[in-house]
């Protein structure tokens, strides 16, 4: 049989393409914060391997991985925010917060992790293949330094459990679904202010109720 044909590749990606997020909301209902001024991403898989030769392996050894353990760690640089300068990421924040002497499910987070090849202008270039949702245990450790060092910290995140594959983010959206309403009832001559929650509605450009067209802002896709 002849050798395989090789075919040259193309350039490579760089590592800033990962684009991690946290959820405040519910799992059903998500809400997703971006955790930005990442300097260095590492996500890491741990297998456990067991050796299952028996005597019919003819002295062979018989790996298998019988588990495995899954993490992310990434340095944050401790910015402010561009429009508020008594404030910091509200991403960092919130990673911070869960693994500030917490314990338990308060220091249990639900993240979600992808690629994003973009170009200098914040256009795809390249493939948005992976992308993953896991739940993880929170480390927030602030790295010091010397009097004109930068200020930055360590996030370490434990997998809980298997991490699921996802479709992407920039998928294509699906279609326009309410979950929830809330109020679920109102009089007849309307001006109840209602929350409505799903998924999907990034970009919406009118709410009916019946025939009638509402007011209305979108405070995020769900």
Known sequence: MPATARVPLGPATVNRKWWIDLNSGTYEIPVWTPVNGITDFTPGYEPSLQDDSD????????????????????TVARKVKADDPEA???????????????????????????????????????????????????QFAHEGGAYDALSTATITLSGRGAYEDIEHPEA???????????????????????????????????????????????????
Do not use: C
């Open 55 to 74: 005597f019919d392996s003819l002295g062979a050894g018989s790996d298998v991985v019988t588990a495995y353990k899954w993490s992310i760690e990434l």
């Open 88 to 138: 910091y990421d509200p991403g960092q924040e919130a990673l911070r917060t869960a693994a500030s002497k917490k314990t338990g499910l308060a220091n249990v987070v639900d993240i979600r992790w992808y690629e994003m090849n973009l170009d200098d202008n914040g256009e795809v270039i390249g493939p948005l293949t992976e992308a993953h949702r896991g739940f993880a245990a929170a």
């Open 172 to 222: 294509t959206p699906a279609v326009p679904q309410v979950l929830a309403l809330s109020p679920a009832t109102g009089p007849d001559s309307g001006g109840t202010l209602v929350l409505i929650s799903g998924d999907g509605f990034s970009g919406a450009v009118k709410v009916l109720f019946g025939a009638e067209k509402a007011e209305f802002a979108v405070l995020n896709d769900n």
